[in-house]
């Protein structure tokens, strides 16, 4: 069975054609996420939703030339984030992104918005957050008069490629716009409305895998799930015995436990078919190293040494290093700050005459990113991570860079293996339509057996 794959990331768009049959990836496509709306006030963080279904669509047209024998459309891609529609199902509204700062914004007294909605409504909410977002769009009067309904990036694709109106949203995406009661799987309707947010504006809820519409070839459409937990299906073999290490614009360490548990600092998240997935997420693992791949850029456009910007990753990665050096440099790369406070900013420490240099300004961003990563791992009690035997590292920003990978098995204690396949959220999102479907009887056993030799 062939199903196409769409992950909507916030720099890149990629598309899959997974072949469960065989267990592999028949062909992939990727290219940049070229959306992004231009502002300079700071804090918003917006897409155009149109120029994204558009590139969502033209490469499901390319891999539905390749191969015509198509039976499903799964589709993933960055959480948090919202836009509007209207009654018609057409966005009346940017995207905004889960990077959008508006919600960290002073709303009363020393209060932000975010913060004043996760106390009216009892839910932790942070800047990023849909319904943070939201909640500042409406007492500033900016949600558009035509608007009905909010959804994330990936509920517009799926909706407007199976014709449908009106967005449906699974758990993993609902839980990421904020609100969500998780032992009950739904929007908490009591801490909606005492927020002063009119509840039908939400989308309905509907199980992962659900097949919500065909599109006009006839060719099911199931409902968009989160990247973070497609790419966790699409990496991780055994789903109980293993923790996953992302990297791509942010970063996550998440960690599948059956049973409902809240870690303070960690976020608890559902998952495609029960369950649920604790995650320490940072809002600058892959964006860091970027920030300083981006100053090398300048410091060679300064000195005259333009045009050697495509090889400075390359360069990057394979310096040397002398990892039990006790003299490093200290770099915090909280540039962004965090999910809990917005204000924080990263830093880099323990600066002297001999150790102020490239090699080590690389080596201390990478070592700031996973160490903010590691600090989100402890956190977990023991009681639940003791049974991990795995370490699996995905994204762009792992696959790579084999210095980051080996800074992350200095640092955790493990041996980090890499899925058999790359874009693991794509591979992810087919594999739960797959269970959809009937393919499989589970996500677990999805996984499972798609990743086993």
Request: some cysteine.
């Amino acid at each position: 069975m062939n199903i196409i794959g769409i992950d909507i990331g916030t720099t890149s768009i990629c598309g899959v054609v997974t072949n469960t049959d065989k267990r592999c990836i028949s062909h992939t496509l990727s290219q940049a996420n070229t959306a992004g709306i231009c502002r300079t006030d700071g804090f918003a963080k917006m897409q155009d939703p149109n120029r994204i279904l558009s590139i969502s669509k033209r490469m499901i047209a390319d891999l539905s030339q390749r191969f015509p024998d198509v039976h499903g459309i799964a589709i993933t891609g960055q959480m948090h984030g919202i836009l509007y529609v209207d009654r018609k199902g057409e966005a009346v509204s940017p995207l905004f992104t889960w990077q959008d700062a508006r919600g960290g914004l002073k709303y009363r007294k020393k209060q932000s918005y975010a913060e004043a909605l996760s106390e009216i409504g009892r839910h932790y909410c942070a800047p990023g957050f849909g319904l943070a977002t939201h909640f500042y769009n409406f007492k500033n009067h900016g949600v558009a008069a035509q608007a009905v309904a909010l959804c994330t990036i990936g509920d517009y694709i799926a909706a407007k490629l199976a014709r449908v109106r009106r967005p449906v949203i699974d758990a993993t995406n609902a839980a990421s716009i904020g609100l969500f009661d998780l032992q009950g799987g739904c929007f908490d309707k009591t801490a909606v409305q005492e927020a002063g947010i009119d509840y039908a504006i939400l989308p309905e809820i509907n199980s992962s895998g659900t097949c919500i519409g065909l599109t006009k070839e006839h060719i099911p459409v199931y409902i968009a799930i989160g990247d973070n937990q497609a790419s966790f299906v699409g990496s991780v073999k055994n789903i109980g015995t293993s923790f996953l290490i992302n990297m791509g614009t942010g970063g996550q360490v998440s960690l599948f436990t059956p049973q409902l548990r809240h870690v303070e600092g960690l976020n608890t998240r559902p998952f495609p078919g029960g369950g649920y997935l604790l995650v320490g997420a940072s809002l600058c693992g892959g964006k860091s190293y970027a920030t300083l791949k981006l100053f090398f850029s300048q410091v060679c456009s300064l000195f005259g040494y333009d045009g050697q910007e495509e090889h400075l990753y390359e360069i990057m990665n394979a310096i040397n290093h002398d990892f039990k050096r006790k003299n490093k440099l200290i770099v915090d790369t909280r540039f962004q700050g965090t999910r809990v406070d917005s204000s924080l900013r990263g830093s880099i420490i323990n600066i002297s005459l001999d150790n102020f240099s490239p090699q080590q300004l690389i080596v201390g961003f990478l070592e700031g990113s996973a160490a903010e990563l590691y600090g989100f791992y402890n956190k977990i009690p023991v009681s639940i991570r003791k049974n991990r035997i795995a370490m699996v590292g995905s994204g762009n920003g792992i696959r790579e860079n084999k210095l980051l990978r080996h800074i992350f098995e200095l640092m955790f204690g493990y041996s980090m293996t890499l899925p058999k396949f790359a874009e693991e959220a794509a591979v992810g999102a087919t594999l739960c339509a797959a269970v959809g479907a009937g393919v499989y009887k589970n996500v677990s056993a999805a996984a499972e057996k798609f990743h086993s030799s």
